[in-house]
C-alpha cells in the first residue's frame, strides 16, 4: 500500500510538474500583473490625494490674498496654481475669484486671461459658463461685442439658457440694436423661473423697451 500510495504522489508531482512548465510563465505574468495593478490604484489613490491637499493649502493662500484685496498676488498664485494643479476644481474656483478681484482692481486684461483660461480648461461644465458668462461681462464693458457674443455662445448647458439670453440682451442693446435687444431679453424672461428674483430685472429691461412682459399670474387669469 505504501508503494502504491509513493507512485500516486509521484505521478501527482509529475502531472503537476508538466503543468507548471506548460503555464507557470503565464500564472507567473497573471499574478504579477494583478499585483502592479493594484500597487498602481493605490500609488494613484495618494498621488491624488497628495494633489488635491496641495492644491487646497495654495487655494487657502490665493483667498486670503484676494480677502487682502492683493490683485498683485492673487495673480501670481493663480498662476502657479493652474500650472501645478490644473486639474483641480480649486485651479478652476481660483481662476473666478482671481478673475472677479482683478477686474475689481482695474486690472481687465487679467480678468480676461483668468476667465478663459477658466472657460477653456475647466473640467465641470459648470465652471466653463459660469467663466464665459463673466468673460461676455468683461468684454462688454470693454465694448468688444462681438467678442462677448462669442463667448456667450459657447455657453454649456441649458440650464443657463435664460443667463446667456439676458446677457445677450446686454450686448445687443450696448450695439443699438433694440429690436434684437428686446426679443433676446423676452427670450430670458420666458425661460427663467417665476421664482428667481433675478427675473425681475429682466422684467425691468424689457419695461424699459417699451415692452413689459404679462406677469405669469395677470396671463393665468386672463387664461393666456
Known sequence: MANTLDLQEQEQLDELKAFWKQYGNLITWVITACLLGFAGWNAWGWYQRDQATQASAMFDELDKAASAGDADKVGRVF???KQRFGGTAYAQQGGLLAARL???????DAAKASLGWVAENATEDEYRAIA????????????????ALKALDAVPGKEFAALVADRRGDVLLAQGKKDEARASYQSAFKAMSE?????RLIEAKLTALGAPPA???AAAGTGK
Not at 482683478?102 to 481687465?108: A, L
Not at 421664482?195 to 427675473?199: A, E, M, N, T
Request: aromatic content about 8%; overall charge neutral; charged content about 35%.
Open 195 to 199: 421664482k428667481q428674483d433675478y427675473r
Open 79 to 81: 498662476g502657479d496654481l
Open 132 to 147: 464665459r458668462l463673466r468673460l461676455a461681462g468683461v468684454l462688454l464693458d470693454a465694448k468688444q461685442f462681438e467678442p
Open 102 to 108: 482683478q477686474y475689481e482692481k482695474g486690472q481687465p
Open 215 to 217: 406677469t405669469d399670474a
